[in-house]
């Protein structure tokens, strides 16, 4: 009985702070694109360190350290506005007012960009549950991914070298190819065609040689419709642009799950920022 309470009461702890961060998000005037150095943010009374792709709350007071910079994206203004430590300004829906230290340097953004982040639910963090490791784990596709590209690599871990059967199916339960091979990725053939727009499931298991049991991990992905495809392909940051505008474009990857292309977009932000890298691992 004592177990089970204690487990209830950490669901229900999970849930909150699930709930709490959503509520943060449909309140949010913007967020933070991009954070050199350090600082640190407080609202009603709550003060946290600044962090990449944190959402910026009304009346927020941001305060940077000698030498920091960072920039704070506002919807409502469609614009960028860049701050050098040491600083402090509060964050207002239609602009940043500065209370000590130098002034914001105000750039425009992609307007579709901006617009698109701001009706998106891009949540820069999420709850992890944790839980004994399983004995094969899915890597990529993540489940319920959205995949842009016609021939996904299949990636996985497990805690041995064995034998992998690994499947696809349509949401019918339609076997659409299957395999057996010995590594731990694999690319979908050129001669199987998967339809645009439409879910898939792939399964990859192996009979374990120490106790003889099947493991088995699953996940689904869908393939994207030329229309999201476009969609998202639009929004595509020019090669010159800012590196808020691409980290703002990674963000908005990951909250359509395009997990994939999410991560293609940090490594070209990586290449510039090594520490925005970083921190996008651990936002909040």
């Not at 009461?9 to 702070?17: D, E, K, R």
């Not at 946290?48 to 960072?70: H, N, W």
Request: aromatic share 6%.
């Amino acid at each position: 009985m004592k177990m089970m309470i204690r487990s209830l009461l950490a669901i229900c702890t999970a849930a909150l702070t699930f709930l709490s961060a959503q509520a943060h998000a449909d309140a949010a005037l913007g967020m933070v694109l991009d954070v050199q150095g350090n600082g640190k943010m407080e609202v009603n009374g709550t003060s946290s360190k600044l962090q990449l792709l944190a959402y910026l709350q009304p009346k927020m007071q941001i305060t940077l350290e000698a030498g920091a910079k960072a920039s704070l994206s506002l919807y409502a203004t469609r614009a960028v506005y860049q701050l050098t430590g040491p600083a402090t300004v509060i964050v207002e829906k239609d602009g940043v007012v500065n209370l000590q230290g130098q002034k914001a340097v105000i750039k425009p953004m992609a307007e579709k960009l901006v617009r698109a982040a701001e009706t998106s639910n891009v949540i820069a963090g999420a709850v992890r549950m944790r839980q004994l490791p399983p004995r094969i784990l899915v890597v990529t596709p993540e489940n319920n991914s959205l995949l842009l590209g016609s021939r996904p690599a299949f990636n996985w871990i497990s805690a041995e070298t064995a034998e992998f059967d690994i499947s696809i199916h349509d949401m019918d339960e339609k076997l659409i190819f299957s395999e057996k091979i010995k590594e731990n990725t694999w690319q979908l053939p050129e001669k199987v065609k998967l339809e645009e727009g439409a879910t898939y499931r792939w399964q990859v298991s192996y009979v374990s040689a120490k106790d003889g049991k099947t493991n088995i991990a699953k996940a689904e992905f869908k393939l994207a419709s030329k229309t999201e495809a476009a969609s998202l392909n639009e929004l595509k940051p020019q090669e010159s642009a800012a590196v808020e505008e691409w980290v703002m474009y990674a963000a908005m990857l990951q909250s359509k799950r395009a997990f994939t292309e999410a991560r293609q977009v940090w490594q070209l932000i990586a290449r510039q920022r090594p520490d925005l890298q970083k921190m996008s691992e651990v936002a909040p």
